[in-house]
């Protein structure tokens, strides 16, 4: 029931799913009677989909502390509990995005060794796409969240991109290892001295994660929201620039038309569609963000996303990643260990 356009946009999109992955099935949390009619169109879906009614819902201005209080029954809360008993593998909302992290803590839990979960997602970069975290769930990170976060996000690509060993960085305000604050510095000495299971390329700076220098960008929640909320109003007006130029003549006009299967892909390249499905990793069970405002080929890559983890056994690769990684070195820094430790 969560977005812009529920429960519409979340049947189309499940649908759209069905047919990429015919072996999966679907339990829709929601109004019924709004449901029906949207599931009716698409008898196939209708097969291997079951909705269970309930007609509260988190609302999109709910504060998550209420939103745990009062929501039990809701939509949301219903789905996050089908995930924690395991009927369900993982579980999906374009709802309230406070709501869905308190809630998906609150019910599912950390995983051991993971203080705080984060929320990671892919941008568009110039050699193809870049994990990025935290996007907003910790505004505030020690060294020791910054560390877990780059273990996890390296867990992240090697399923979701198949890249055995990927990159790291940590963004930073320069490249030089005495840039940035003492977090970062302590972080980038723990994540130097210590094999993590990945190649740490040390810090790198905004630009580095359009030119796709990593495959992994570690950073705090306020500035990575700052840089997803940058990244996506820019490339929304730079469309925007482009439709205009074309529109401001005859000649522009024509140019466009010449130029338009170029411009189709590039569009498509960066169609945030194509990256929906933010993914609250450090849990003890898959929950994916999708964007309120996208419509069902967005919300089916969300849900492609959560079937990816959930076939991957996301949250048992990280665990064994950080039971791994946290082998300590007898003979690294006292600094380092400490930012290393959980």
Known sequence: ???????????????????????????????????????????????????????????????????????????????????????????????????????????????????????????????GKTAVLDLGANIECNADNLVQFAVMGAAFVRIELGIDRPTVGLLNVGVEELKGNDTLRSAGQALREVDFGFEFAGFIEGNDICEGTVDVVVTDGFTGNAVLKALEGGSSMFVSFMRQAFQSGLASKIGYLLAKPAFQQMRTRIDPRAYNGAVFVGLNGISVKSHGGTDGEGYANAIGVAIDLVRGRFSERIQADLEQSYVIPQELSEDARRAAIS
């Open 1 to 127: 029931m969560g977005g812009d356009n529920a429960p519409e946009m979340v049947v189309e999109g499940t649908e759209i799913v069905r047919s990429l992955h015919p072996d999966a099935r679907f339990i829709l949390f929601g109004d019924e009677g709004r449901i029906a009619p949207f599931l009716a169109r698409f008898p196939r879906l209708n097969e291997v989909s079951e909705v269970r009614h309930t007609d509260q819902a988190i609302a999109a201005d709910e504060k998550p502390s209420q939103a745990l209080r009062r929501g039990q029954d809701s939509s949301m809360r219903l789905a996050i509990d089908a995930v924690q008993n395991g009927t369900a593998g993982g579980v999906v909302s374009a709802g309230n995005t406070g709501a869905l992290m308190a809630i998906s803590k609150f019910v599912l839990g950390t995983q051991p060794s993971i203080d705080r979960p984060a929320m990671i997602s892919f941008f568009p970069t110039r050699r």
